[in-house]
């Protein structure tokens, strides 16, 4: 199916939705590119936002006062849309300050199983020694990629990355080759913040799956653009941000 331009009354009717676009610079319309950074807030964001920090404001899951309960309430509510957006238990969405933050969690406890350091239990499957590889693409935010040439150091494993053709997309063949026996982790953008090209995962991950490895997604730029359903996508982790 063709997607259709929106009109200008369809436009106009979502600016006026984003309070920080009634602005003018230079005598023009203001107009902002930069929603794959830091997206803005239309106002029942904004609303919510205020609306939580006048009425609830209160530590969450610490306290056993009224606040204490209505904001632990709303926290948990919150959980619940996530779920539910993510087609997901409840027990499955954990929130942290940001998507950088979620992947550094992720494989901070693969280093830590892979030390024996009693934290990332869960995680003892996917134990990391020399030898075994980790594997990224060659498109990836730094979010995805730092945290893993630093468990690659701590750990002897070999970070490797599948590379791109010259038409933006991922080399498939290439993949293919370097996913092997000895690939602990692969973790890889769902959507390109650089190109903009859609990881075909149906493609990839099983041959992720076929050799037992952890597949860690970076959704940041499909989570507000494409249905987010893991358990379809067949992945053990997807990370992405709520702004």
Known sequence: MTAAPLTSAEIEVLRAQFPILSREVNGHPFVYLDSAATAQKPRRVLDAERAYYEQANSAVHRGAHTLAAEATELYEEARRVVAGFLEV???????????????????????????????????SAYALRPGDEILTTEVEHHANLIPWQELAARTGATLRHIPVRDDGMLDLDAATALITERTRVLALTHVSNVTGFVTPLERVVPLARAVGALV????????PHLALHPRDLDVDIAVFSGH
């Open 216 to 223: 860690v997604l970076d959704a940041c730029q499909s989570a």
């Open 89 to 123: 238990d409840e027990n499955e969405v954990v929130f942290t300050g940001n998507a950088t933050e979620g992947l550094n969690l992720v494989a901070t406890a693969i280093g830590y199983a892979s030390t024996g350091r009693g934290a990332g239990a869960d995680f």
